[in-house]
């Protein structure tokens, strides 16, 4: 009697399973059907939607290269560009040196280097033309 309610119980889960599995087929099969899995483009929303059609117009709000060079003093800061109010920057104070300097770049007010006094400064960037 106890046999039979376990292998009752095993075959309910088998069931299950195999109805699952076939859902599973179901929706593969409807989702390759309708022009398969979207694209990153077409999921994208809001900012992230902003970014990749800026990027795709050459337009890099997150560029990785040094910005434009100047003085770098209190009066003529160097300019860093950002889509936000905030950006982290790196900034290597000696040629010579492997140690990347890292600080936070806030809107407002112009901010230097802890480490060798260059001064920076957020200038706001659109995406949109």
Not at 94 to 120: M, R
């Amino acid at each position: 009697m106890m046999a039979s309610r376990f292998l009752w119980g095993t075959r309910m889960l088998a069931v299950q399973a195999l109805r699952a599995c076939g859902l599973a087929r179901a929706a593969a099969r409807s989702m390759a059907s309708g022009g398969g899995i979207p694209s990153d483009e077409v999921q994208a929303n809001d900012l992230e939607r902003e970014i990749m059609m800026a990027a795709r117009n050459d337009l890099y709000p997150y560029n990785i290269l040094a910005p434009k060079a100047s003085p770098g003093t209190k009066e003529e800061p160097n300019l860093v560009p950002s889509i936000t109010d905030k950006r982290i920057v790196g900034y290597i104070c000696e040629e010579d040196n492997s140690a990347v300097i890292w600080f936070w770049l806030h809107k407002g007010e112009t901010q230097h280097c802890p480490n060798c006094g260059t001064h920076y400064k957020l200038v706001p960037h659109h995406l949109s033309p």
